[in-house]
């Protein structure tokens, strides 16, 4: 075992606030990985909260792992020392589980490097009684989880308030000798648990999926659970690290899901309906933080459309806290919020056009005009908030150059409105323009329709720097399309794109693409069928496909939808198809 990485880690321990450091005793071990580097996990309000909640029962402890950086892995390797989690620098194959918290599909992969780092077989086949249970859940899991299928034991699929206790604790009772039994079990027993061993996929001679087929004891449908209510359970941080990459923040979520329904956000459609904490519960929360630490971070899908984001701000402001903000939303603030925000210390507001031109976001559901755009423009200069970052994507459903045009000429406009609007006494500071790549995600109603070839992106968003070229005031930060690319494989691919995976584990993604015996633009650069079956159609979010199908055909005709409301509107099948009385 290294020296260096024992001392390393237990330095991190010591700088931290809030951490469970506990022996084991007869309480049931699960290491619990997020698989990044410690300063980006973290940050992770979802991570933390799993934790919390694993430690609170008496019969389990959770410890933490994470993604050994570039310098880290040398050492591990120099010296043969397996990863080891923080609390008591074990090796991850000590425990009884292993269980992964994964945001992004883009760390699935890491999921392969982990595994190997702490000497355990990769794959779930290969693995006996002698091994950790690997486990996983977070939101890129309960969206699609089959590029995993191979490597993993089970997931719980859904919001891990409403039920990854039980997971957890029907497992811990369970026996390591009878895995199969046990999986099966944990399936039959708890909502949202999913085997992977307990589903076969078959295919057509063409490469689409043609069936899902559950073994005997397995439902055909795996229903994700989800929080009726908020409000009993506050998220928050619960861990204070300074080495996070937020810093001193204390985090606190206001709520969960978005009733804008953008038709690229999976966020907006998983977590419906959406629901918003409560002023005085989200208070708590907040004093808490400003008693810990000065500054607060307001964590949401649009923290701007919270019915009292003013009035929290604004308890805030009164006794001299300081506050960071997540999204807002253009058509929803206004110069006395960004006044509140000035003063609780914001020097950054994001805001998301997502797409330049209108026609583009009513394709996208957006419901944002570029009158809207100006006039936040116009109240974040008055308010004295220095910088404004913009999100944009390239490549979306019907996008033409026409449109990446107006990205550029928004930006221009934009600056010219704040200027004329305030008689010359305004200006925007340091604008940064984010541009990413358009990945179709499932449970969306973009999720029919292909990604663009990565070329084709490359010329989109040189195209934005080449007409912006000069502007000191503005910055333009790109994604890169090539791992877009491979993010779009992973976000719809299925378990075939789990040996592609493998494949680039062992070697690289270019040598994998040219191994694989499926070529990997069959599940990126294809648009697919009204029908086609979906390699997660068997996950359950209450949604109906054909309500994203109808969203996605309104999108190519440029028709835009109300916002989720379901004291009268029972469209997207998640309230039940029926009205009750008294609405």
Known sequence: MSVKIKTR????????????VREWGARWPVALVYPQVYGVAMGNLGFQTIYHLINAQPNLTCERAFLPTAEEWEEHRRTRTPILTLESQRPLKDFAAVAFSISFEADYPLVLQILEGAGIPLRAADRGPEHPLILAGGVATFLNPEPLAPFVDALFLGEGEAGALDFFNFLAQGSRGDRPALLKGLAHAVPGAYAPSGYQPRYHPDGVLAAFEAAPGYSEKVTAPHLPELAPFPTHSHILAPQSQWGEMFL?????GCS????FCAAGFIYRPPRDRGLEDLWVQVE?????????GLVGAAVSDHPAVKDLCRKVVEIGGELGISSLRADSVDEELFGLLAQAGVRTVALAPDAGSERLRRVLNKGLTQEDLARAALALSQSGIPQLRLYFMVGLPTETLEDVLEIPRLVKYLQHRVIKDSHGKGRLGLITLSLSSFVPKPFTPFQWAPFMEVGELKKRLKLI????KGMKEVRVHTDLPKWAYTQALLARGDRRVGEMMLLAHKTSWPQAFRQSAVNPDFF????????ELFPWDFIDHGLKKEYLWEEYRKALEEKESPRCLPEICRRCGVCGDQLTVDS
């Open 465 to 468: 720097q080449q007409e912006l």
């Open 252 to 256: 606190v979520e206001t709520g969960r």
């Open 288 to 296: 808490r933080g400003l008693m810990e630490r000065r500054k607060v």
């Open 9 to 20: 880690l237990k330095k991190l321990l010591s700088q931290e606030k809030g951490a469970y």
């Open 524 to 531: 990126t650069l294809r648009e697919r069928g009204p029908d």
């Open 260 to 263: 804008r329904g953008c038709r």
